[in-house]
């Protein structure tokens, strides 16, 4: 198996984050040259997984080319910044600019057998509680224009097969002192366990997907040679309100789920949130070896995340 996977060739990941991490460590453990670039090294060292990592500022064409030259990738994926949805409303312009400018650099490679984008459910307005591919997009902030941008610059551009896959809110472990913002699932968590409250809203909806999860779709979408649509849709299996989904991690931790309150979302940090980031798919399951991924619903995924924030 992992000769075979070595065989695919080297892959090249931009963005070496909560998503991107795990992206390449996955294909690491596949068997596949992984090399991870960012600015900054991760903080969670890719060397301990069997990828590399390579110093990258992916708005800079010519460093793009020098580092797509010194790893020979035969798949690219672009799983990098800015992603803070936030600071991209604060800087309109430089979210929107950096986003197009990797895009374009990678866009341009030939020879790959595919380019994969990961991009956001923000490229809806949150009007449809399950937006397909063949849903109309229609960004409601910064973040989701800037993405919006960058999936149509690639899908115009790109002179190798690419792949535009939207994901929705993805959770996973990460220690509470990652030195970022947290994942909903991990933020809730870290609070649980040390006993404390936790607000959410119990009216803003949306469809979260398992990192390790996106993961394993990502790999499959780079094999060589597989029928893969240019825009998929990546969501969890089930529907949940924040407050519903904290009950959820409440319980596989073993503490009283009344520690979540349940708020309006129009009162918290949710407010500028529309009522649904949710995403679904007429075109996932047909993807070949998506039968081998069953994607985990909530309840499944706070009963495999629980024992690593119970630990201390
Ligand atoms: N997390 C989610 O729920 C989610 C959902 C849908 C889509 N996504 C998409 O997935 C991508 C990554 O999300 P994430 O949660 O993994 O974010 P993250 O943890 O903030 O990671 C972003 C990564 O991008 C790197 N980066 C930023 N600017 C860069 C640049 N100019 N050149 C090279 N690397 C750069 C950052 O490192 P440096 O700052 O050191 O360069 C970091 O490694 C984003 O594009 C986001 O739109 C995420």
């Not at 825009?231 to 309100?241: D, I, K, M, N, Q």
């Amino acid at each position: 198996m992992s000769g075979e996977a070595a065989g695919e060739g080297p892959v090249l990941v931009v963005g070496s984050g909560f998503v991107g991490s795990e992206i390449a460590r996955r294909l690491a453990g596949a068997g596949r040259a992984v090399t991870l670039a960012s600015r900054g090294r991760p903080g969670r060292p890719p060397e301990a997984y069997g990828a590399r990592w390579t110093s990258l500022d992916a708005t800079d064409p010519a460093a793009c080319a020098e580092v797509v030259a010194g790893v020979g990738p035969r798949a690219v994926v672009l799983v990098h910044g800015p992603s803070d949805v936030t600071w991209c409303e604060a800087h309109p312009a430089e979210a929107a600019e950096a986003h197009a400018a990797a895009t374009a650099s990678f866009a341009a490679l030939p020879g790959l057998d595919r380019l994969v984008m990961i991009s956001t459910d923000n490229v809806f307005d949150g009007a449809s509680a399950h937006p397909v591919e063949e849903t109309p997009t229609a960004p409601a902030n910064a973040y989701g224009r800037a993405k919006r941008r960058a999936e149509e610059l690639l899908l115009a551009r790109a002179v190798s097969p690419a792949t535009v896959l939207r994901v929705s809110l993805v959770y996973g472990h990460e220690p509470a002192d990652g030195g970022k913002w947290l994942n909903f699932f991990a933020s809730c968590a870290h609070r649980l366990v040390r006993g404390e409250p936790v607000e959410a809203p119990d009216d803003q909806w949306t469809t979260p997907v398992l990192v390790d999860d996106v993961a394993a779709v990502t790999a499959l979408l780079l094999r060589p040679g597989a029928a893969v649509p240019e825009l998929l849709h990546l969501g969890g299996p089930e529907r949940v309100s924040r407050a519903g989904w904290a009950r959820e991690v409440a319980r596989a931790l073993g503490v009283p789920p009344e520690l979540v309150r349940p708020v309006p979302r129009a009162s918290g940090r949710y407010a500028s949130r529309p009522e649904n980031t949710c995403l679904a798919s007429t075109r996932l399951a047909a993807v070949p070896g998506m039968g081998a991924v069953p994607l985990r619903g909530v309840a499944a995924g706070a009963a495999a995340l629980a024992p690593a924030f119970r630990t201390p």
